[in-house]
């Protein structure tokens, strides 16, 4: 069993359009992470969220944490070919080991 | 700045050869220390990880090992390698401690013949 559902699993777009991915877990989460992988590379970390229903942008990138820290979603505005990769959730439970858990992450394609 | 280096970036090896994977970080100490395996770019499964020297927490049973030799060194080793050993292998560290999140090296991507 996954602890961090990430959904959907593929998602292949035009440039120009919105989407949104999730992190769904049943447990509370004391922070979560989002990375960005793209072929051939190790993931590079975009934001952290620690506070139920924080939000944060980063550019075109909006994250936000859901109020009872089991969730989190990624809104992408105005997608670019650049955008293109796998989109990772990570976190550690509260009361879990620091250990940082992935999700099976979110593989977008963006194209021109 | 902190820094993470890991090498090689790609690696064929036969069935049956040794494996040694080095990792390094620089400008941190006493960083927790991580290595992950990666299939068909997917998820990350965690292979190993170190909150010391010579402290190695293994969760995956299988035919590698790793050993942290000093502070900012995490190596991964193999005796004897086989087909099933085939991916993409991601060092990472952490601040102890911290919130969790991780820095990754660049990946080794090692194809068993």
């Known amino acids: 069993t996954q602890l961090l559902e990430q959904s959907p699993q593929f998602l292949s777009i035009q440039e120009g359009e919105n989407l949104t991915v999730y992190c769904n877990s049943s447990s509370v989460f004391s922070s979560l992470q989002w990375y960005r992988q793209e072929p051939g590379e190790g993931p590079v970390l975009l934001v952290t969220?620690?506070?139920?229903?924080e939000v944060k942008k980063l550019k075109r990138l909006t994250f936000q944490f859901g109020d009872a820290r089991k969730d989190s979603s990624l809104h992408i505005t105005a997608a670019q070919p650049g955008d293109t990769g796998l989109y990772l959730c990570?976190?550690?439970?509260?009361?879990?080991?620091?250990?940082?858990?992935f999700g099976r992450g979110t593989s977008l394609i963006v194209h021109p | 700045s902190q820094t993470i280096h890991q090498w090689p970036a790609t690696l064929v090896q036969p069935v049956g050869s040794p494996l040694s994977l080095e990792c390094t970080v620089e400008?941190?100490?006493?960083?927790?220390l991580y290595w992950y395996r990666q299939a068909a770019g997917r998820g990350l499964q965690l292979l190993f990880y170190s909150v010391g020297i010579g402290q190695i927490s293994s969760e995956v049973p299988q035919n590698l090992s790793a050993s942290r030799p000093q502070d900012r060194q995490f190596i991964l080793s193999s005796k004897k390698l086989l087909l099933s050993d085939s991916g993409f292998y991601l060092c990472?560290?952490?601040?102890?401690?911290?919130?969790?999140?991780?820095?990754f090296g660049q990946g080794t991507r090692l194809t068993v013949v």
């Open positions: 400008g941190t100490s006493n960083p927790n």
């Open positions: 990472a560290w952490s601040v102890t401690g911290g919130n969790t999140e991780a820095f």
């Open positions: 969220v620690v506070t139920g229903g």
């Open positions: 990570a976190g550690t439970a509260s009361g879990g080991s620091y250990i940082p858990t």
